[in-house]
């Protein structure tokens, strides 16, 4: 056997051994366990998982070990994450750290933000937050207006932070934020950015949840008045910000196009549609089973494309090409399949609550909706054609 062939067997026996059964169903938004100063638990089964997977470093398997990391190489790290996708197994910790900031400050960190920073994620104490969106700096990022002023006073070299983001995701749960900001308004739009890290907990930070019109809301305003930030929080050179938030957007784009592999909620559109199918009229259920046929192929070629781009990038090939096409492609097949699923179930596709439906029918209508807010986080869709236009294709602007 070779040594990765033996390794994966090591890990498929670990999870059998120590992934509890309710750890390997798929996940429902209000089931997904996230790290921070609140964090909490549900049941004894998920604190389990949380715990098992933080003692070996699992939160991270391929980020060194002095971080809190698995330490395992990349390609044992990948053997991780392919068995715990074959077992379904949850992710045991929900952290936008973890998938997005982590991988740039290992990149681009400082020794002593590396500790002050990737320690805690790796213990779950410490959730974040992305503070990139403004009132009028969305899609057109570089419009953004928030200012950090540089000042020495009696504790030192600090920034002095004053301006607000918009559609922070759970801004109010998180402890810290990474976040894009304007240190040089003279300069050229891109070139006055930094980015920096800031306390959530700091005084002058306040945070505002966004009701919509289903009465929750993950969304949040976050308003910055005179919040100091100490200068060893800046991330890459200041000015520079731009490339830093570009590296990050890279691996944001890769956390959600990794949706398919079980890393967010989503259902086996085959298991959930059967029993309607078998109730449908027989014309109407066969032209379903097309769809659910072509939509089938559609997820495994995805899958497929994922495995190669994912070789590629450990074999330290430029995938930011590739990168933008998954998140485009993953979010707009998530919401066809959702689409799709709430036609074959009709009315009972359309339940938000009431003892009239299944608990499943419930939580597909809330998928349906959920999977409409992918193709606008983290680049809308448009925003993407865009890029895989100029960058990919090489179409002139
Ligand atoms: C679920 C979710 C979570 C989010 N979480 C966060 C978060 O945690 N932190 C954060 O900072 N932000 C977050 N956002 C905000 C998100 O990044 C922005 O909503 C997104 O970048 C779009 O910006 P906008 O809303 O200002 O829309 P706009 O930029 O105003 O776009 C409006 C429409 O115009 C289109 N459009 C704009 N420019 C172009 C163009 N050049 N070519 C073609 N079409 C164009 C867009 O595609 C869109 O359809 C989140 C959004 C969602 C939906």
């Known amino acids: 056997m070779s040594d990765n062939n033996s390794f994966r067997a090591e890990v498929a026996a670990w999870l059998e051994a120590n992934c509890p059964a309710s750890m390997r169903r798929p996940i429902v938004a209000e089931e997904m366990v996230w790290g921070g100063s609140r964090l909490q638990f549900q049941n004894e089964d998920q604190r389990l998982w949380f715990e098992r997977c933080r003692e070996r470093g699992w939160f991270a398997p391929g980020w060194p070990r002095e971080y809190g990391g698995g330490g395992l190489t990349p390609k044992q790290a990948r053997i991780v994450e392919e068995e715990m996708a074959r077992l379904s197994c949850r992710q045991p910790q929900y952290n936008l750290g973890v998938w997005m900031l982590g991988p740039v400050l290992l990149e681009v960190g400082t020794e002593e933000q590396k500790r002050e920073h990737l320690i805690p994620m790796m213990r779950g104490e410490r959730r974040w ?39 922070t995701s759970y801004g109010d749960q998180a402890d810290w934020m990474y976040a894009l900001v304007r240190t040089d308004a003279s300069a050229r739009k891109q070139q006055g950015i930094s980015f920096v890290l800031i306390d959530m907990h700091a005084p002058g930070v306040s945070v505002k949840p966004i009701e919509l019109i289903s009465g929750k809301s993950s969304f949040c305003e976050v308003f910055f008045d005179n919040v100091r930030v100490p200068v060893r929080q800046l991330v890459g050179p200041e000015g520079e910000g731009w490339a830093v938030a570009k590296k990050l957007l890279q691996h944001e784009r890769a956390a959600m196009s990794k949706f398919a592999e079980g890393g967010a909620p989503s259902h086996d559109a085959l298991a959930v549609a059967r029993p309607y199918l078998q109730e449908a009229a027989p014309a109407q259920a066969a032209v379903w089973r097309d769809r659910l046929a072509a939509q089938l192929m559609d997820a495994h070629a995805f899958a497929l494309t994922h495995q190669r781009v994912t070789a590629q990038a450990m074999a330290r090939q430029d995938v930011s090409g590739p990168a933008a096409i998954m998140k485009l492609v993953q979010t707009e097949q998530e919401v066809a399949k959702y689409e799709l699923l709430v036609q074959v179930m009709g009315l009972n596709g359309l339940s938000w609550e009431g003892e009239d439906f299944t608990a499943l029918e419930h939580d597909i209508c809330r998928q349906w909706l959920l999977t409409k807010t992918y193709t606008i986080g983290g680049g809308t869709s448009e925003v993407q054609l865009n890029i895989i236009a100029k960058r990919v294709l090489g179409l002139p602007a």
Do not use: H
Request: hydrophobic share 35%.
């Open 129 to 167: 937050c992305q503070g990139f969106s403004e009132p009028n700096a969305g899609s057109d990022l570089a419009s953004l207006k928030t200012s950090a002023r540089r000042v020495q006073d009696a504790d030192g070299e600090a920034y002095i932070v004053n301006g607000s983001k918009i559609w």
